[in-house]
Structure formats: C-alpha cells, structure tokens
C-alpha cells in the first residue's frame, strides 16, 4: 500500500468515507505528490482555489479540518507555518510564540508594539513535512 492510500484510509477512519474532508485532503495530498518540493505554501484561499469550492463559511470548516488532519500527530503529512503581513504587503514568516502573542496580547510580531489589526494580517499556512512518513508509520 502507498503512503498516500495509507493516508487516504486514515483520514476516512477519521472522518468518514464520503465527507468532504476526505475528498479535500485527497487533492491536496494528490497536488504535492505531482509538484513535490516546489510546494511550500499551502494556506486556505489555495485549497478552495485547488479544488474549485464556493466560498463559504461551511467550506472554509471544512478545509481547515482537512488541513488540520493532514497536520495532526496521527499522520504528519503536513507542517504548520505561520506568517505576517505588513503594512507594505511585505510576508515575514513568524514562530508560534509571535503568532501567539499578535492573536492573544495585539502585539506586532515585528516592531513589539501594540496593534489592533493584526487578526487578518497574521495567518497561518501548511507545507510537506520532511518527517512524513515516520509519523505516519508510527502511528
């Protein structure tokens, strides 16, 4: 059995074989195993764009649960990022803490200050993780 299959029947363990997260997760995992290491940045807005959804709120749940399971010690396909958007429209990549201390505490990730706008400009994306499939077989 191919890693991808093995990922493909957790996920259905997870979330049932007819769920649309299953259906997501497919094409996502089917998109990095065509593009390999060119693929570094996979965020909400891209998944929705992949797998041509609307744009709804129920989607967006959806995709991020995907994500999410992809991203979860059970499978460990994917890798979380996090990053920040300044005002020049300038992406600076951020560590936990940073994206922690701007969605909790409104502190600016890069100048340390206080900020109320920071909710749509610190976002948090996924990329392949070098481990796969360790995690995956250990699991």
């Known amino acids: 059995m191919s890693y991808s299959a093995m990922v493909i ?3 259905e363990a997870i979330f049932g074989r007819e769920k649309p997260e299953v259906r ?3 094409t996502i995992v089917a998109y990095v195993t065509e593009h390999g290491d060119s693929v570094h940045h996979i965020n909400l807005a891209f ?3 992949l797998c041509k959804l609307p744009n709804t709120a129920h989607v967006d749940v959806s995709v991020l649960k995907a994500l999410q399971a992809l991203a979860g010690d059970a499978i460990g396909y994917l890798s979380v990022g996090f990053e920040y958007v300044d005002n020049n429209e300038e992406i600076h990549n ?3 803490a940073e994206f922690s201390g701007a969605i909790y505490d409104s502190i ?3 100048s340390g200050e206080r900020a109320d706008d920071l909710a749509e400009r610190v976002l948090i994306f996924y990329f392949p ?3 796969f499939p360790m995690r995956l077989l250990h699991t």
Do not use: W, Y
């Open 9 to 11: 029947e957790k996920l």
């Open 24 to 26: 997501i997760a497919s």
């Open 47 to 49: 998944v929705k764009n």
């Open 94 to 96: 951020i560590s936990r």
């Open 108 to 110: 600016d990730p890069i």
């Open 129 to 131: 993780d070098k481990t």
